[in-house]
């Protein structure tokens, strides 16, 4: 269309998948007979909860800052994550060797404070509000020089996400449908795109918990409806749907479904159970579209993104004390 | 020697190999940058917690299961045990289609009863002292006909238990020592049997929950000197070890190190922070023997068994509510 924006290409995608070789984990695509059986389908997991800082962000982020120029680099990255986005910046700028300043509220859970710091990233504290935080960035930003890097609406980081789907149609060629996460979109247009550019007849569903369903919303509206109150226990996907995202999850991206916190917390405690591996609630949501009865999905092979693996292993959502779903 | 009875032989793992090929999962190995630079040595998981019903039991029960003549394994097999052999005993002789009988102490918590009896395995309660199992049994055996299949203290067991040894070896072959957990002894004797035949030059060492260190104490002793009271967080390292199992122990295995119920702990929580896996505690006896400072250990390539992953979520060690370590 004449005018409007630059696109993720197939083209960032291949750049980002060369530029973050090494850099980040080859993630193992796991499969459960269990599951299969009561499923009724074939389902493959990609399992980015072991993915470097324990989420598929360590891809995005990485791209991300070895994309800049050197000049730019060296001045270093901000962002105003309290999130995976944030560990996985801090890390990516460690490996270039440039700073990387992390706005934080001053509200944030220890456990997310101390992975930015294991990898060397400078917290500054702010109030918890959405302003505060973009003040103290922007501050930051005026008195360093350095760079916003966005955790989802920005296309190096999309790029790079994109490179979870590649890998897995890499290690799973025959996929009839993948199901993503989706809460700003990163991932899940960066999957849209890798997946229909290598396999134009495969499905992409994105799936988002119920109480925070903005994407669902503009994917039928054709516009960007913003989530007033955004309310889940999946907090990665609390995020409101990014621009650049959008434009290629309506182009590309063939429906998107909801999920309660009920069905997310057993669809978490299902993978922890029968899998034995520690997936958060928010990488727990794809699995979750598949506990209702789907017969229109049976025999499939679905492939579903286990988008990460961190969470305070205190206070899980069936024990004791745990907030309410 | 003469007169003494025949022991676990490279031969007898050779057939379980082929036996259970299909039957059981071939298991990843997982590695973390992150421990390793924490440990300073290069540490390979052997991820039996993926293994088929959550732990390495499944080789061993499969291979007792079909090692049986036909006359044999058509009137059903029988164990005593709580824990991870009887479910795999039970899912075993479904594949294999025979009766499993499986006695119960009353007292045995929900989600063990509920794995065997998702493998069809017939369930018969019985009080909560090892007379009343070996009753039990006993009684089943004389009704029935069935076959008793001991958790450890069988070579066909024994032999299942060895190929995780043998498959660990083909994925890592340059391992300089393997780490493994040591209870009954099944796994220990199959893991230093197999290690020692495919590789002489390698160190074996079996690590015991210092609560229940009849292994360790027998080792040095050179003759079974039974646990009067095992108290350890390891529910799966409480057995009193074995006479076979001991035969090879003793001839091959280079030491046997104990750990502490919060050493266990700390490496459990560890291993599923870092590398998002659920191990249960038994699982993560190996590991916890890397966290007190090891300099002899500095730079060496490990195998480490994560022998198992079931555990009760609702109640983890680090849990308000949780029985201290």
């Known amino acids: 269309m004449p005018g409007s924006p630059p696109g993720l290409s197939w083209n960032l995608i291949q750049q980002a998948r060369e530029r973050i070789a090494g850099k980040v984990g080859v993630t193992p695509v796991l499969t459960s007979a269990t599951l299969d059986a009561q499923v009724g ?169 119920a109480g925070a369903d903005d994407a669902a919303r503009s994917f039928r509206a054709g516009r960007i409806l913003p989530s007033l109150k955004p309310e889940t226990i999946a907090d990665g996907l609390r995020s409101a749907l990014g621009e650049r995202p959008f434009a290629e999850i309506r182009r590309l991206v063939d429906d998107i479904t909801t999920v309660s916190d009920e069905a997310i917390v057993r669809a978490m405690r299902q993978l922890w159970e029968v899998m034995k591996i520690i997936v958060e609630p928010s990488g727990a949501v794809p699995y979750a579209a598949l506990l209702a009865d789907a017969p229109q999905l049976r025999g499939l092979r679905i492939g579903l993104i286990l988008s990460g693996g961190n969470l305070d292993l205190e206070r899980l959502p069936w024990s004791a004390g745990a907030p309410p779903p």
Chains 1, 2 share one sequence.
Request: proline letters at 5%; charged letters at 20%.
């Open 41 to 209: 389908a074939q389902l493959h997991f990609k399992c980015e909860n072991f993915q470097k800082c324990g989420a598929f962000k360590a891809r995005g982020a990485t791209n991300a800052v070895f994309a800049l120029p050197e000049s730019q680099a060296r001045r270093g990255v901000v962002t105003h994550s309290s999130g995976n986005h944030a560990a996985a910046l801090a890390r990516a700028a460690r490996l270039r060797g440039i700073p990387a300043y992390i706005v934080m509220p001053d509200n944030t859970v220890q456990a997310k404070r101390a992975a930015v710091l294991r990898y060397g990233g400078e917290i500054t504290y702010c109030e918890a509000t959405l302003a505060a935080r973009e003040d103290g960035a922007r501050a930051l930003i005026a008195a360093t020089g350095a760079i916003l890097i966005h955790p989802y609406d920005d296309l190096a980081v999309m790029a790079g996400q994109a490179t979870a789907a590649v890998e897995l149609l890499t290690q799973v060629p025959d996929l009839d449908l993948i199901l993503c996460p989706v809460g700003g979109g990163g991932l899940l247009s960066g999957t849209a795109v890798a997946a229909k550019t290598l396999k134009p007849a495969i499905r992409v569903i994105g799936v988002e918990p």
